[in-house]
């Protein structure tokens, strides 16, 4: 593939810069064109469109952005290195790229952003599935982003997409179901990156819906940790740390006690913690004289 814009190849740019990738900040280069235009346009037509990118690095990802249309590009990195790299891209691109120089778990990313926006991002395997938890339980729903395409190693993808009855259903397959429409795009091959980890990773897209079933994010939480905590136990056994009555809790919300974590579907949960707010607001309210 033919250079994507005027700037020079990334790696003349990293080797200028004495760029290296970072194991401590989960750091993976993409040096792809091929690859960094196909996630930019998975992510949907971006003329005129805010995107949100964390850990750009030395910018790959961001030209390819840039590149595709997006008509403003607000990226988030805590390295200090790959300032001056990102800083030749927006002299190259006036006016459309914004570099935040910060730890994305403290930026006020929906601030950034400063209005609708999408999240595009070959996010940091040490912090990857730390944001999305954050991002998936924002108190504001409908979220400030209309869409999240976010690559991760392909384990935690496969965790993120996982229906009830998989393998790999847990808390991360509850929140993302609950909230979003979340899919595999594609598979990226770990020589696709400097330096290549030691695992495939996967392209995903998360959706948000417009109504997901009403529940509280913090208490859905705690039912899932106690479930997946003990996964391989039924939920008479696995739900005894939420406290109180653990039989009733589970006929409240119509399951069978005999079940474990991974055969319950989503809104079974999400009658788990509807019930669990029910009793902890029966318990907490003053009883009458």
Same mark, same amino acid.
């Given at each position: 593939?033919?250079?994507?814009?005027?700037?020079?190849?990334?790696?003349?740019?990293?080797?200028?810069?004495?760029?290296?990738?970072?194991?401590?900040?989960?750091?993976?280069?993409?040096?792809?064109?091929?690859?960094?235009?196909?996630?930019?346009?998975?992510?949907?037509?971006?003329?005129?469109?805010?995107?949100?990118?964390?850990?750009?690095?030395?910018?790959?990802?961001?030209? @390819?952005?840039? $590149?595709? &249309? #997006? +008509? =403003?590009? *607000? /990226?988030?990195?805590?390295?200090?290195?790959?300032?001056?790299? !990102?800083?030749?891209?927006?002299?190259?691109?006036?006016?459309?790229?914004?570099?935040?120089?910060?730890?994305?778990?403290?930026?006020?990313? @929906?601030?950034? $952003?400063? &209005? #609708? +926006? =999408?999240? *595009? /991002?070959?996010?940091?395997?040490?912090?990857?599935?730390?944001? !999305?938890?954050?991002?998936?339980?924002?108190?504001?729903?409908?979220?400030?982003?209309?869409?999240?395409?976010?690559?991760?190693?392909?384990?935690?993808?496969?965790?993120?997409? #996982?229906?009830?009855?998989?393998?790999?259903?847990?808390?991360?397959?509850?929140?993302?179901?609950?909230?979003?429409?979340?899919?595999?795009?594609?598979?990226?091959?770990?020589?696709?990156?400097?330096?290549?980890?030691?695992?495939?990773?996967?392209?995903?897209?998360?959706?948000?819906?417009?109504?997901?079933?009403?529940?509280?994010?913090?208490?859905?939480?705690?039912?899932?940790?106690?479930?997946?905590?003990?996964?391989?136990?039924?939920?008479?056994?696995?739900?005894?740390?939420?406290?109180?009555?653990?039989?009733?809790?589970?006929?409240?919300?119509?399951?069978?006690?005999?079940?474990?974590?991974?055969?319950?579907?989503?809104?079974?949960?999400?009658?788990?913690?509807?019930?669990?707010?029910?009793?902890?607001?029966?318990?907490?309210?003053?009883?009458?004289?």
């Amino acid at each position: 593939m033919s250079q994507i814009d005027d700037l020079p190849p990334l790696r003349e740019v990293v080797r200028r810069h004495g760029l290296s990738a970072t194991k401590a900040l989960g750091q993976n280069f993409l040096f792809d064109l091929n690859l960094t235009s196909r996630i930019a346009r998975a992510a949907g037509p971006l003329d005129g469109v805010t995107v949100v990118e964390v850990g750009p690095g030395p910018g790959g990802l961001t030209r @390819a952005l840039l $590149a595709a &249309g #997006a +008509a =403003r590009v *607000v /990226a988030v990195e805590r390295d200090a290195r790959c300032l001056p790299a !990102l800083a030749e891209i927006a002299a190259h691109y006036p006016g459309r790229l914004e570099v935040i120089e910060g730890d994305a778990l403290k930026v006020n990313l @929906a601030a950034a $952003a400063g &209005g #609708a +926006a =999408r999240i *595009v /991002a070959n996010l940091p395997y040490n912090v990857g599935s730390v944001l !999305l938890v954050d991002w998936l339980t924002s108190e504001r729903w409908p979220p400030w982003y209309g869409s999240m395409t976010l690559m991760f190693q392909k384990e935690v993808a496969q965790r993120i997409t #996982a229906r009830p009855g998989e393998d790999a259903f847990g808390r991360l397959g509850v929140l993302a179901g609950w909230r979003t429409e979340a899919r595999i795009l594609f598979d990226v091959p770990a020589s696709a990156f400097v330096p290549p980890p030691k695992v495939t990773s996967s392209v995903v897209q998360l959706v948000p819906r417009a109504a997901p079933l009403a529940c509280s994010c913090a208490v859905l939480e705690r039912v899932t940790a106690a479930a997946f905590g003990q996964r391989r136990k039924m939920l008479r056994q696995s739900l005894k740390s939420l406290g109180g009555d653990t039989a009733a809790l589970i006929a409240q919300a119509g399951l069978d006690p005999t079940q474990r974590a991974e055969t319950v579907p989503i809104e079974g949960f999400v009658a788990l913690a509807n019930a669990l707010s029910a009793d902890d607001t029966r318990r907490t309210e003053p009883s009458e004289a």
